[in-house]
């Protein structure tokens, strides 16, 4: 049996995750989300800043953008699972609702598997608004350096 500390995890600051384990984060998003996002990006579509055309558009109001509603899985890998250290190695994300300005979103990742010879782990991952609809739904591979 392969134990952390002889394992691929070996000076990860979390240590090797266990298959199973949740974290979840939420964030109400805002104009000013969608302002910042803007200013990195430059995506000025007007379905984020004219509200009378998103109002008229299938959305039927002002939407932000993806990148913003999934930023908030940057966090949870980053800060909470699994941890310090970990960047994404590749994601596969459907998109199912849009997310609209001033709704609440809570992002929840949870370990599918655990490679042990390497910090490497398979992540489901979901964003739900706070009626409860699911917003995006996936999967994700990350890599956890040794800090």
């Not at 039927?60 to 190695?89: H, K, M, R, S």
């Not at 929840?108 to 910090?119: A, L, S």
């Not at 999967?139 to 956890?144: D, I, K, N, R």
Request: aromatic share 6%.
């Amino acid at each position: 049996m392969t134990t952390t500390e002889t394992s691929g995890w070996t000076g990860t600051r979390a240590g090797m995750p266990r298959e199973g384990a949740v974290a979840e984060r939420s964030k109400t998003v805002t104009l000013q989300d969608i302002a910042l996002f803007t200013e990195i990006t430059g995506d000025r579509n007007p379905l984020h800043y004219d509200e009378a055309a998103a109002r008229a558009s299938v959305f039927g109001g002002l939407i932000v953008q993806g990148g913003v509603t999934t930023g908030i899985l940057n966090a949870l890998v980053a800060e909470d699972l699994p941890g310090p250290g970990t960047v994404f190695l590749g994601m596969e994300l459907k998109f199912l609702k849009a997310v609209y300005v001033n709704d609440t979103i809570t992002g929840r990742v949870q370990i599918t598997q655990v490679r042990t010879d390497k910090p490497i782990c398979t992540i489901a991952v979901h964003i739900h608004n706070q009626k409860g609809d699911v917003c995006v739904s996936g999967q994700a591979t990350t890599y956890t350096a040794t800090l």
